[in-house]
């Protein structure tokens, strides 16, 4: 039988890759947030394209990364017992479940430290590059007011896209570049493929909450 400690790496090494081959993954030197996932907002606000884009001083840039990996730090304990189940599928909606309480607690923080504008475009830019699994949050359902049977067709080509993901991650035949511009043509082709499941009401609603296209 696995100890306790044994379980909780596996089960770690499994949720952080899914992670990987989900989300952009941007080249930081940070420290780590709770067991190696620092999630996608927390990596945003380490890749110095995104800084640069927001015009964010090198003191707003410093309490950004110190605002987050606060709020990391203090869901710890959270992410470690969502860890804790034995199925795949239950670690990864509990995990689910704490990145979006991370998530809210983070941008709250960072009220104080960033003006309006820049939180505003920061909101966007991390709902569009989090990509078509930011259609699967409860706020984007609710706003969308998504359906059932679109949220099982996104969920199905959420799946499909990450299989792609996950295959140019294990590729050994590509750069690490090679392997970035692949996954990000993945990434924005599956963007495009949700349309077929989005009415146009709600597709002009995504395109609000998004805003413009952030390019890195």
Known sequence: MLSNRTLLKSCMAAILLVTVVLLPQPSVSA??????????????????????????????????????NDVLGKHRAAFETALIPETKAERVSLVKQVFISVNKDTFDGLE????????????????????????DRPTVVEYLKLTPSQRKDLNTLAGSIGEKL????RSSDLSPDEKKEAAGKIRRDGLQDARQFIGPDQWVKWELLIGAEFQQ
Do not use: K, W
């Not at 996950?166 to 991650?169: A, K």
């Open 31 to 68: 420290p780590p947030g709770p067991d190696g996932n620092r999630g996608h907002l927390n990596r945003l606000l380490h890749n110095q394209a995104v800084i640069e884009y927001l015009g964010l001083t090198d003191q707003q840039a410093q309490s950004v990364q110190a605002v987050s």
């Open 112 to 135: 104080s430290v960033i003006n309006a504008s820049q939180h505003e475009r920061l909101q966007q830019i991390e709902m569009q590059t989090f990509g078509i699994r930011a259609f």
């Open 166 to 169: 996950s295959s140019i991650h």
